[in-house]
């Protein structure tokens, strides 16, 4: 009957492994070399590139929308004013 002795420390070392897991996840990483700064830098520089690009590129289409929206209307509406021009 030691088995209900064994279940009591169950308990104890489930808290004691979480507390070591949290001490183990708070640990500080080295600090980046300089090939690994220069490297960051670069790609940061290329996202900043290419997010610019993207946001001309958007620019542009909706630049294109617009217009075709613009001369969608204006050949609806003067249908329209011809046609309510009929009917008077």
């Known amino acids: 009957m030691k088995a209900p002795n064994v279940w009591k420390w169950v308990p104890t070392l489930m808290v004691c492994s979480v507390l070591g897991l949290a ?3 708070s ?3 080295p600090a980046p070399s300089e090939e690994a700064k220069a490297k960051a830098a670069e790609a ?5 590139e ?3 690009k993207d946001g001309e590129n958007l620019g542009k289409a909706q630049h294109r929308v617009a217009d075709r929206y613009k001369k969608q209307n204006k050949t609806a509406s003067a249908g329209a ?3 309510a021009d009929k009917k008077k």
């Open 81 to 83: 004013t011809k046609v």
């Open 27 to 29: 640990a500080k990483l």
């Open 44 to 48: 940061k520089a290329k996202a900043d």
């Open 50 to 52: 290419a997010a610019k």
């Open 23 to 25: 001490g183990m996840a």
